[in-house]
């Protein structure tokens, strides 16, 4: 048995962490010392990593606990594991789509911004809803 300091080291994960993932029942609550330290077992700092190495990989909470289940589970089918694995995929592939059409947003914004000392600004008008001035040669004119 290992202080929660330890386990963190161990599977880092911090120790304010560990404390959430218990206080949500993601993990066993620790055993406590006679003092009222929290204790982890092998086993709880190995679940700890996979639970790491899983939110390093973009899981959602829930999608973890559904992996941890399977992972408890010694008679599960591989299939189920591949098709969460597959659901997360194409969630993140999607994701990637979003952030590539705000980016683009973004850097039309920016390339219609003038940058200089003036207040008129196409992104502050985009951010609020303003269609962005045509940008021309010149400078653009003054607004007051």
């Not at 029942?25 to 996979?50: C, N, P, T």
């Amino acid at each position: 048995m290992i202080t929660i300091g330890d386990a963190a080291e161990r599977s880092g994960v911090s120790a304010k962490r560990i404390r959430h993932y218990e206080s949500i029942g993601l993990i066993d609550a620790a055993d406590r010392s006679k003092a009222g330290y929290r204790l982890y077992d092998a086993r709880q700092v190995e679940e700890l990593g996979f639970i790491r190495r899983a939110r390093d990989l973009g899981f959602s909470i829930e999608q973890i606990e559904d992996l941890l289940a399977l992972w408890r589970d010694r008679e599960r089918s591989s299939a189920d594991v591949k098709r969460l694995a597959l659901k997360h995929v194409a969630d993140l592939e999607a994701r990637i789509v979003e952030l590539q059409a705000m980016a683009g947003a973004l850097k039309h914004l920016a390339a219609t911004c003038q940058g200089d000392d003036r207040p008129d600004c196409p992104i502050i008008q985009g951010l609020a809803g303003a269609p962005a001035a045509p940008r021309t040669g010149g400078k653009a004119p003054r607004t007051r």
